[in-house]
């Protein structure tokens, strides 16, 4: 298929910029991007898929294998995409994500190449050669996980096309020293960055944070930003050496807002994304008494499901009985935000319950209820979407979205914000104060609430 050239097959858990280097030095070529052009060359006659235009994807075709076998196994995708907040259900490596692709799997491991000496020395007398070893260049992998042996590294950004023998790098250098404990922490946060790159598509980070908050829960760490328990981040800078850090998040100084990278182990805790993919596992080799544990809690809570935002499970099914929901959507004029605010909540919390609920967000910019009336003539069916949206002067794909995550109640309650004065003009929500005196409302509202943040 790919003429000229002679191409060895990969080698069991072999990186791909390695494997790229090892065809290439096979070919003669004197460099990687030699054979990368042949390839691009020759895929561009063949006028081959679209995957094939990333390099991973042309690496994929030239060894025969589909460019998602390729990309779990060879290269460093499952582990910087392990937890995805978009896509997740999409594969690694499959039709159609070159974006993704760009970004997370051909990201090479820059300059730091590390190999095993035993592994070295085992792979010469079985395959005849050494080779770099993908599960050697994962983020903060420090120590070979079948020998126990300190990995040598190589400061090198061309050592991919060499093999690990014949690198004539900056090796070694001053490397961060474990105790016992850290020791402890960083076998952890092995296995479960092994146990991720096993994977063929990314955790949820919804399901992953729900088992982040659980346990964060249960040990009193911070969950919320303000907060008065004491915050992961400053575990682990306690327990773990600075320098480990300081490779795995980039760098501890804090950046113009104040803000330190290691910032990222929180703000998995508080429910939101981290800037950084190995904070989820470090996160978990903190909290979790092993690898095993917290990839068994993981499994449990996906396949259970996280209908909601973070806390939708739990505080969804306590707090919002349908009445009240509805009471309260109608009074806050649709407005996912209003109800966040009334009820002092999460305002994805809100949306997501109810959206679940078929209760779209009819707030958009600050049209007061143009968009109820608009949702309200299309439903009855008074025109078409083109001509309502014309009429109203609203935006046809917010209106498009709003009847999309609507469900049969939404008409009736659209009915009557309709049918509830408008007053000076502008979108009046009542406030959680003016909630709280209202009659009908107090004791719905205030006691959950209240016996919520009471908790421990
Ligand atoms: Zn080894």
Request: proline share 6%.
């Amino acid at each position: 298929m790919i003429c000229n050239l002679v191409v060895p097959q990969p080698l069991p858990s072999e990186i791909a910029a390695g494997y790229a280097g090892r065809t290439a030095r096979l070919n003669g070529y004197e460099s990687v991007a030699g054979l990368y052009d042949h390839l691009k060359a020759s895929a561009a006659e063949r006028k081959t898929t679209s995957t094939a235009s990333t390099t991973i994807g042309l690496l994929a075709e030239m060894c025969g294998m589909s460019c998602e076998a390729f990309t779990v196994a060879h290269t460093l995708m499952p582990s910087n995409r392990a937890v995805a907040s978009y896509l997740s259900d999409v594969p690694h490596g499959a039709e159609g994500t070159n974006a993704i692709m760009r970004r997370s799997a051909a990201r090479s491991v820059a300059r730091i190449w590390r190999s095993c000496p035993t592994c070295v020395r085992e792979d010469l007398g079985f395959h005849g050669h050494a080779y770099w070893r993908r599960d050697h260049q994962l983020v903060g992998i420090v120590y070979c996980a079948k020998h126990g042996s300190r990995l040598t590294v190589v400061n090198d950004r061309a050592a991919a096309f060499h093999a690990p023998t014949g690198v004539e790098g900056e090796v070694g250098g001053a490397q961060a020293e474990f105790d016992p404990a850290s020791r402890k922490v960083l076998d952890r946060f092995a296995d479960i960055s092994y146990a991720l790159c096993d994977r063929c598509k990314p955790f949820n980070v919804r399901v992953v944070v729900a088992a982040l908050s659980e346990k964060a829960r249960e040990l009193m760490f911070r969950r919320t930003p303000p907060g008065r328990d004491p915050k992961l981040s400053d575990f682990a800078l306690a327990l773990m050496p600075r320098q480990w850090l300081a490779e795995v998040f980039g760098h501890l100084a804090p950046g113009p807002r104040g803000h330190t990278s290691i910032a990222a182990l929180d703000v998995a805790l508080y429910g939101g994304t981290a800037s950084v993919q190995a904070a989820y596992a470090l996160d978990l080799a903190l909290m979790f008494e092993s690898g095993d544990a917290a990839l068994t809690r993981i499994l449990e809570i996906e396949r259970r499901g996280v209908p909601g935002g973070k806390q939708a499970t739990k505080r969804g099914k306590q707090y919002w009985n349908e009445p009240r929901a509805e009471e309260l959507y109608v009074r806050c004029h649709g407005s996912h935000s209003a109800v966040a605010r009334a009820l002092r909540i999460d305002r994805r919390t809100a949306l997501a319950s109810l959206t679940t609920r078929g209760l779209p967000n009819l707030k958009y910019g600050d049209h007061s209820k143009k968009y109820a009336l608009g949702f309200a003539q299309f439903v009855e069916g008074r025109g078409s979407l083109e001509e309502i949206c014309a009429s109203l002067a609203l935006e046809p794909l917010e209106l498009q979205a709003m009847l999309r995550s609507a469900a049969k109640p939404s008409l009736k309650l659209v009915k009557r914000i309709l049918a509830q004065p408008v007053s000076n003009g502008g979108e009046k929500v009542p406030t959680p104060t003016a909630l709280a005196r209202s009659p009908r409302l107090k004791c719905e509202i205030e006691s959950p609430i209240g016996s919520g943040a009471g908790r421990p």
